[in-house]
Nanobody, 125 residues
């Protein structure tokens, strides 16, 4: 069972990136998939999550209106579209699998089932 986040990079403020979370060894559509991020010197923060049926979607206040989470079950991949990026979005982003979105919303990272390797997003001019 493995999760792999990709799509990070260096982008200027106001720019966009799309992160991907691909799974191997299990089907993502059976799980709640979320994103955490950790900026240098800061605690890990729950950013967004999407339930298996897509009837529950969560965004942290800091990204609401700028980030969009979606899933493509045929590709066994979850995406995080990030627009209007700000320097404070700079962090390592991790995708996770869990059984409920409250794990992400409440930063309950000890309740995460699986963590993917992170991908670094740097927003800087």
């Amino acid at each position: 069972v493995q999760l792999q986040a990709s799509g990070g990079g260096l982008v200027q403020p106001g720019g966009s990136l799309r992160l991907s979370c691909a799974a191997s060894g299990f089907r993502l559509d059976y799980y709640v998939i979320g994103w955490f991020r950790q900026a240098p010197g800061k605690e890990r923060e729950g950013v967004s999550c999407i339930s298996s049926s897509e009837d529950s979607i969560y965004y942290a206040d800091s990204v609401k209106g700028r980030f969009t989470i979606s899933r493509d079950n045929a590709k066994n991949t979850v995406y995080l579209q990030m627009n209007s990026l700000k320097p404070e979005d700079t962090a390592v982003y991790y995708c996770v699998s869990t059984d409920r979105c409250t794990v992400v919303a409440e930063n309950d990272y000890y309740a995460v089932d699986y963590w993917g390797k992170g991908t670094l997003v740097t927003v800087s001019s």
